[in-house]
Nanobody, 124 residues
Framework: QVQLVESGGGSVQAGSSLRLPCTVT???????????FGWLHQAPGKEREGVAA???????TYAESVKGRFTISQDNAKNTLYLEMNKLSAEDTGMYYC???????????????WGQGTQVTVSS
């Protein structure tokens, strides 16, 4: 069993930055580890959509809307995934979910599991 817990959300001004951490915890020794990870964003009134993904080789994929502004990374020693968000705008407001997947599915933003989410509100 794998648990994904994201945090770091809050209210910020447009143009500022936030760094969201996601702690990955394996609670069952028999469970397999995710091959890749990523982040989902759900704007108010819209469906969840993938914004970033990374696999164990370090290959990353970003949604067009966040390219050049967001950076996904992972610290295996700390079992933590991160999403660095820069130049935030009101359109970035919403829930952000840490997610995991198998194989290379994360690069198409096809995740097997995600956390409870953390709220990010950007004011202009």
């Amino acid at each position: 069993q794998v648990q994904l817990v994201e945090s770091g959300g809050g209210s910020v001004q447009a143009g500022s930055s936030l760094r969201l951490p996601c702690t990955v915890t394996i609670t069952d020794r028999t469970s397999g580890a995710f091959y890749c990870f990523g982040w989902l964003h759900q704007a108010p009134g819209k469906e969840r959509e993938g914004v970033a993904a990374i696999d164990n080789s370090g290959l990353t994929t970003y949604a067009e809307s966040v390219k050049g502004r967001f950076t996904i990374s992972q610290d295996n020693a700390k079992n933590t995934l991160y999403l660095e968000m820069n130049k935030l705008s009101a359109e970035d407001t919403g829930m952000y979910y840490c997610a995991g997947g198998y194989g290379r599915n994360c690069h198409s933003f096809n995740f097997a599991k995600w956390g409870q989410g953390t709220q990010v509100t950007v004011s202009s």
